[in-house]
C-alpha cells in the first residue's frame, strides 16, 4: 500500500500498526506523534515482534 502524506493524515498508519498481528517492521526519519507511540506501545503488548530504524541525524 502507498499512502500520500500528508494528505492521507495519520489514520492510515496507526490502523496499518493497530492490524500488525506477526511483525511490524519500520524505517522513519523521526517519530514524535505520540498516537504512534502509543500503537507501537500496543503491538508489543500484543506481542507483535517490532523493529523500527531511525535515522539518528536526520537533519545532516
Do not use: Q, W
Not at 498508519?13 to 500496543?42: H, Q
Request: hydrophobic share 40%; net charge positive; charged share 30%.
Amino acid at each position: 500500500m502507498l499512502y500520500i502524506e500528508p494528505e492521507a493524515g495519520i489514520r492510515p498508519v496507526l490502523d496499518f500498526i493497530a492490524k500488525s498481528e506477526k511483525s511490524l517492521s519500520s524505517n522513519c526519519y523521526l517519530i514524535y506523534d505520540p498516537n504512534v507511540m502509543t500503537g507501537i506501545r500496543r503491538a508489543v503488548d500484543r506481542k507483535v515482534k517490532v523493529r523500527i530504524i531511525l535515522d539518528g541525524k536526520p537533519y545532516e
